[in-house]
């Protein structure tokens, strides 16, 4: 099919010929042809559309790309389904996404990988880009054949939780990751300065008689990782980055030419310890909400570079597992149809401009993970987010497709909402109430 969108404004970057790369905040029109792009401004010869979309009153941006969605199978149906969760994935104008490898079982089996990845393509939604087990269990003790994983379609290995208590084994899954070029994922937190934690150290987890985990818990586990880093040339992405001490590291670490990129879940970018409040389970993540001054820490970095792009940290959970007093609620929040409201918000506040903030959640992210994706370009694969930055919308049960419905963000009104969304030039979300013309 031929697609023409008219009027809309493209955000975000873009590959115009003899302009190079560039942040495009501009009315353009694009035009769509057998799932590709065929044009940006000027309209081809001949080109005859099958559909014209006026999108005046829109943003046109690239499918944004999520490093970091749990999917919830094989092993956890019963939370969330592939089918719901990719579903959710469209619906917030994500079309490419990676799911950490803690399921049940993890993946680490090539089969495991290959079953998930099959069972996403026959879906035709967002594109899976699954992360391997960097040991086998996840238990910490012996790495996975990061080879064979790959040749199932892995784009990196992690351990999805807090780091393994053997730092022989982490030295040695650097060592084969260097020698096949493979990146490990690893959310910085030591094992046992975070065990049986569930707030931020500090006044507020004093206050309400919780077990605290401290920002020293990320600032030790960034020694060790640096330090293997340095011994070995290993590449490595840090997952969740969410103290002001840490990113001093991170900071330093970049400037000694560490091969390291990092990124933050969104809510981090909003909320605090002491938004718990009245010990609120919808506050319980992993890491923990910290202070105020991690959270502006953590916002501008994100803004400067250091930090390289934003994640959901999807995690449907089901009732039984929140609706328990806030020590013994699991910790996580489902992100994926909130990613995009909350980096707008985040972008208004920090005085980010709409272009720059959109390069955080496609190009950048992309980077991350080796994709070819995440940039509008002439020929390249029309995979599209068209989003209303003024859209206010409420966060409930029935504005949510995820089959998670537990969120800081209940019952809060947001500004800013996805409303179409094209897969390799298929219209697979359409609430933008269009009237489309067929030519």
Sequence with gaps: MRISLLGGRLVGPVLADGQGLVLHDAITDLYLADGRIAAIGQKPAEFQADLTL???AYCIAPGLVDLAARLREPGFEYKATLESEMQAALEGGITSLSCPPDTDPPLDEPGLVEMLKHRARGLQAASL????AMTVGLKGEIITEMAELSEAGCIGFGHAGPMFTDTQVLLRAMQYAKSFGYTLWIQPCDFFLSRGGVAHSGAVAGRLGLSGIPAMAETVALHTIFELMRATGARVHL??????????????AREDGLAVTADVAVHHLHLIDIDIGYFDPNMRVDPPFRSQRDRDALR????????DAICSDHTPLDDDEKQLPFAEAAAGASGL????PLTLKWADESGVGLSEAVDRLTRQPAAVLGIDAGVIAQGAVADLCVFDPGDRWTVNATSLCSQGKHTPYWGRELIGRNRLT???GRIVVNHACLNPSFI
């Design 54 to 56: 006026d999108l005046s």
């Design 129 to 132: 880009y699954p992360l391997g």
């Design 239 to 252: 997952c969740r980055m969410s103290s002001s001490a840490g990113l001093e590291l991170l900071k330093k």
């Design 300 to 307: 501008a970095a994100l803004k400067s570079g250091v930090i």
């Design 337 to 340: 149809e909130l990613l995009l």
């Design 422 to 424: 094209i897969v390799a």
